[in-house]
């Protein structure tokens, strides 16, 4: 399965996707730091929020294969700017997700993300797992949820070393009686 980045404001719905690509059922869970699970890198969305943060997104974007803008379907406005996709060289997709709330309006985040330069879009209720797999098809998982490999575990950062890596026992200096 190819490496996605999911971007978006926070309370967007990212963590939730993150989930259902993982094959687990949605609990919620504020994202705290940039989060590596399999093949799956979810973003806080300070990130995409706050100036000094953002520019780390395009950086983490070159960890990816394909990046997803992810915008809830009841935004009642579009926080990335038209080409933005521009700023990376991957393929950048738009996830219009919360199709099922009440006041979803997909079209006009449709709209919106093909603005951004998004040429594929998804539309899913990610709570409730429908339209996740045709994500997963085009991630190459053949709609089957990605389960992270045995020594990817979860890395707070796509930088942190695996956690499986063997530690080397600080030394100690002796001390000495005068
Ligand atoms: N109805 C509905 N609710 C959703 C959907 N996706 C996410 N939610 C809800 O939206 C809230 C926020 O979801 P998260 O996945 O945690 O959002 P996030 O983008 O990861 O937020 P941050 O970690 O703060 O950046 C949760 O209460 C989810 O249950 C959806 O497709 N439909
Ligand atoms: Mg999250």
């Known amino acids: 399965m ?48 706050r100036a000094e943060y953002a520019k780390a997104l395009a950086l983490y974007a070159y960890e990816a294969d394909v990046v997803a803008l992810v915008v809830s379907a009841d935004e009642p406005f579009m926080l990335f700017s038209p080409g933005i996709t521009s700023l990376v060289n991957r393929e950048v997709v738009g996830v219009v997700t919360g199709v099922d709330k009440p006041g979803a309006r997909p079209d006009l985040c449709d709209s919106w993300l093909r603005l951004c330069g998004c040429r594929r879009l998804f539309h899913m209720d990610a709570l409730h797992g429908e339209g996740v797999g045709e994500l997963l098809d085009y991630l190459g998982a053949d709609g089957s949820p990605a389960r992270p490999p045995d020594e990817t575990k979860i890395r707070r950062s796509p930088a942190e070393p695996i956690k499986t890596a063997k530690k080397t026992p600080k030394k100690v200096p002796k001390q000495t009686e005068k």
């Open 2 to 49: 190819k490496k996605v980045l999911l971007i978006g404001r926070s309370e967007a719905g990212k963590t939730t996707l993150a989930q259902r690509l993982l094959g687990e059922e949605p609990r919620y869970h504020k994202t705290q730091a940039v989060t590596l699970v399999g093949p799956i890198i979810d973003t806080p969305g300070e990130y995409c929020q």
